[in-house]
């Protein structure tokens, strides 16, 4: 298990840009694949992204391919969802989660932050 932690969410209007982080406590955070994934009031939870260990190849939920963009910075231990061209369906929570193998990342075995909410106001 690793402590991740996110931030970066608010307000923000329709069309608006927002950067999330995810921070892992982690001496091994190479080893780690991270995903974003988001549940808005009375809706299950939605795979947003997702981005591998070593290689940092990326996968995105249909709803977001195309405008949100998942990276990593593996010397601040810090893993970003930019999120562009936002709709107000876009609104929920937003949460990180780390496992090493980037096929069950997301999974209830992997570790969870608390999540951070983002409102895409019209």
């Known amino acids: 298990q690793v402590h991740v932690e996110e931030s970066g969410g608010g307000l923000v209007q329709v069309g608006d840009s927002l950067k999330l982080s995810c921070v892992a406590s982690t001496n091994i955070f190479t080893s780690y694949a991270f995903a974003w994934s988001r549940q808005a009031p009375g809706k299950d939870r939605e795979f947003v992204a997702a981005?591998?260990?070593?290689?940092?190849?990326?996968f995105y939920g249909d709803s977001v391919k195309g405008r949100f963009i998942i990276s990593r910075d593996d010397a601040k231990n810090t893993v970003y969802l930019t999120m562009n061209e936002l709709k107000t369906e876009d609104t929920a929570v937003y949460s990180c989660a780390a496992d090493h193998d980037v096929a069950t990342v997301g999974g209830p075995l992997s570790s969870w932050g608390q999540g951070t909410q983002v409102t895409v106001s019209s």
């Open positions: 981005i591998s260990r070593r290689t940092g190849t990326t």
